[in-house]
């Protein structure tokens, strides 16, 4: 059973700057898939960043494509999304999910295991 806590949601203006921490315990992230996903009031979650360590690859939405960066602690167990430039259309609640078998890292179905999620609410 792997359990995921999300935090360092926010209000921040257009333009600003959060960053996101999602803290795995149960088992290490090691070489599972980790992906953060949104959902803002009243639309579909959509996918935002994802990566697999094991072969040093990530994968952006095309909205947040340069502005969002996921990375990784090993030694906290812990996943970021750091994010910039912000925009109004960036709020949303964000969790970050895994699984031992992702295949497609844009399909939450494919994710096992999701965090509560935080809220991200940028201002105009």
């Known amino acids: 059973q792997v359990t995921l806590v999300e935090s360092g949601g926010g209000l921040v203006q257009a333009g600003g700057s959060l960053r996101l921490s999602c803290a795995a315990s149960?088992?290490?992230?090691?070489?599972?898939?980790v992906g953060w996903f949104r959902q803002a009031p009243g639309k579909e979650r959509e996918f935002v960043a994802a990566?697999?360590?094991?072969?040093?690859?990530?994968w952006y939405a095309d909205s947040v494509k340069g502005r969002f960066t996921i990375s990784r602690d090993n030694a906290k167990n812990t996943v970021y999304l750091q994010m910039s430039s912000l925009k109004p259309e960036d709020t949303a609640v964000y969790s970050c999910?895994?699984?031992?078998?992702?295949?497609?890292?844009?399909?939450?179905?494919?994710?096992?295991?999701w965090g509560q999620g935080t809220q991200v609410t940028v201002s105009s």
């Open positions: 999910a895994t699984g031992l078998s992702v295949r497609i890292v844009t399909s939450p179905r494919q994710y096992d295991y």
């Open positions: 149960g088992r290490t992230l090691g070489n599972w898939v």
């Open positions: 990566a697999r360590w094991s072969v040093s690859t990530t």
